[in-house]
């Protein structure tokens, strides 16, 4: 017997239900748990595409392809439970996939794009203008980054997942994880010394 659908006017009420009660009612084609899906997520998945792509547009498509896998794909999710990580994982998927499509494009001068997301305009309003600089500072240190070691790096250091996580969310094995954190975090680390010394 399906359980009776809340109705939309109580979204801001989702914190009481769970993720896998959500994706239960999901699978029944409960409207409303697709709604609350989208909204207790939307926010994670951006800030993960952004930090990764940091370009508007990519962002923008990203977002919406991976709800839409996440959407066509639900019925086959075996761990309700961890519908967050599953989530991530084709977020960090496509980011991956569109990245290496706009290399692509710009190796072959087809892509002029600007990349107009970058985490010194992500930063809250009421952050120090320390804090700002050492962003501004994160910035540039991505830049010398490739995508995998990003992506390591951004989900251990900034959305907190531990690295067996890590290795579940993008493939890649535990040592492989290991050894990209590491070479961020010098990276990281070189980019600050000079800083501190210049």
């Known amino acids: 017997m399906k359980k009776p659908i809340v109705p939309i006017t109580s979204l801001s009420n989702t914190d009481s239900v769970d993720d896998a009660t959500l994706v ?32 508007s547009s990519d ?6 392809d991976t709800f839409t896998e996440a959407y066509r794909d639900m019925p086959q ?15 960090v998927h496509r980011a991956h996939r569109r990245f290496r499509r706009r290399k692509l494009k ?3 001068g087809l892509d002029r794009s600007i990349d107009d997301e970058r985490l010194f305009i992500q930063v809250g309003v009421h952050a120090s ?20 070691e990003r992506t390591c790096f951004v989900l251990r250091y900034i959305e907190g997942y531990r690295l067996e996580e890590v290795a579940q969310i993008t493939g890649y094995s535990l040592a492989t994880v290991k050894r990209r954190i590491v070479n961020a975090k010098g990276a990281v680390d070189r980019h600050f010394e000079e800083e501190s010394h210049g």
């Open 24 to 55: 239960l009612r999901m699978k029944e084609g409960d409207v409303w748990a697709m709604e609350a899906f989208y909204h207790r997520f939307v926010h994670k998945i951006t800030g993960i595409s952004a930090r990764l792509l940091r370009n």
């Open 59 to 64: 962002i923008e498509d990203v977002v919406q």
């Open 77 to 91: 999710i075996k761990s309700p439970q961890l519908v967050e990580r599953w989530l991530v994982r084709i977020a």
């Open 106 to 108: 710009r190796t072959l």
């Open 129 to 148: 203008h320390e804090a700002r600089a050492e962003i501004a500072l994160l910035d540039s240190v991505f830049d010398t980054m490739n995508i995998s």
